[in-house]
């Protein structure tokens, strides 16, 4: 499904926050593809920013923390639609988290108009048994949209990937590229739900196009399959040569753990296989009805990540 934007729905005040991220960026795509042309993209990543502007030079995209108040607040008091993309995913600063998910949805709650609608990004870990200072944050984010008195769709996403993943299987797939051996924590057993990002952001501008009544929706993949799987999936879209082989749990946490007394910023920390070990299947509601989007077969979905002549290249940087 693709949605076409009207002629009065093509010149709606689009704001997207944390927009030059993995949803942002792929969103950016969908929208102008559509026809919506007035969009404003917020972000504290200069460099990925700088993507999205040699990409899509129309699109106003604005350099901001929106953790502290300032001029970026600006634009968001004009703003018909605000997607809510911004949020601190990794990292081992719990202040980070708190700042970026909680303190920034706060400052940019405080300026929108009363009639703006909202698609806030949520997460699945909502749903889920981790407690850390990813889930404990996104609940609390979750928490100021709904109380906010704005009209909202809330989209609680599981595990994603697509063109410029830099987390996640975007990492996992440049660290096959650049590796002869691939290492698995543990049997790679557990059961995942990825969710193409291409999908995803088709639900996205159908929230856009419907505007529901508030309501928050889990959005799981369509496909349940263990993480080995997905692992193997994407080997055989790069054909790599790369050798997958398991390492003992404990092993791999405390490989991580010295990393990160290296990298301030890791790709992937000890929280977050703790909580990629953890095997949950989450609500797999029919949105390919509530959204009138037709999900991407998994083997589809991988393909095209991976094979596209130009987006498959281009990293974002943490």
Known sequence: MTAVASSSMDKLNIVITGGAGLVGQNLIIKLLANGFSNLHVLDKSANNLAIARRLHPAVNCIEADLSAPGPWQGVLKSADIVVMLHAQIGG????????NN?????????????????????????????????STSKARQEELVVK???????????????WFDRKHLGWLSQFMSSSPVFPIPGSGNYVRQP????????IILACIAKRLPSQSYNISGK???????????????????CLLVRL????????????????????FTTTQLKALVIDEVFEDIDWEAIFAVTATPLDQA??????????????LKF
């Open 248 to 267: 003992p749990y404990h092993l791999f946490y405390f490989l991580l753990a010295v990393y990160a007394l290296f990298d301030r910023d890791p790709p």
């Open 92 to 99: 081992i600063v719990a202040e980070d988290f708190y700042r």
């Open 223 to 241: 496909e349940k399959i263990a993480f080995i799987d997905i692992i193997r999936k994407i080997k055989v879209a790069k054909k790599s040569l």
């Open 195 to 202: 969710l193409y990002a291409g999908d995803f952001t088709e």
């Open 102 to 134: 909680v303190t920034a949805t706060e400052n940019i709650l405080a300026v929108v108009p009363t009639a703006a609608y909202l698609v806030h990004v949520s997460s699945s870990v909502i749903e889920s048994s981790a407690n850390d200072d990813y």
């Open 302 to 315: 991988v393909k095209e990540t991976f094979t596209h002549p130009i987006y498959s290249t281009i990293r």
């Open 148 to 162: 906010s008195g704005l009209p909202y769709t809330v989209l609680r996403p599981t595990l994603m990937f697509g």
